[in-house]
């Protein structure tokens, strides 16, 4: 199997959604996540509102420090617990935010991986 890197028209897709759908901050950064209390936010989070990701809610977003910089990349994730997959978007994501995004996404029963922008 060949491995492939996402082409534009994926990126000019997630930045036409951005640019149509309200982004909706849900959770804070430093807030606690509302079941798994001892998971604090490292950044702000939320979802852009009148889409659909494959657990029902809206597209997730993750959004940092770096105001102007856009979508940066996504990371695809996989969670046992739920049994589901999904992409949640960087937005502004700087390396160690990005990082700090990878760690809450890599711990527990989750697993994600860093699809950069190119």
């Not at 897709?13 to 798994?36: F, M, N, Q």
């Not at 105001?67 to 994730?77: D, E, L, N, S």
Request: glycine share 12%; charged share 25%.
């Amino acid at each position: 199997m060949r491995e492939t890197s996402a082409g534009p028209r994926f990126w000019q897709a997630l930045d036409e959604l951005l640019a149509t759908h309200e982004l909706v901050i849900d959770r804070p950064k430093g807030a606690a996540h509302p079941r798994y209390r001892e998971l604090i936010y490292p950044l702000d989070y939320g979802y852009l509102a009148g889409t659909t990701a494959s657990d029902g809610g809206g597209i997730d977003v993750w959004v940092g420090s770096d105001v102007g910089a856009g979508i940066v990349g996504i990371v695809a994730t996989v969670d046992l617990k739920k049994r589901d997959a999904e992409i949640k978007i960087l937005l502004g994501c700087t390396e160690s935010e990005i990082a700090q995004v990878l760690a809450v996404h890599n711990d527990r029963s989750m697993a994600g991986v860093l699809v950069r922008r190119e």
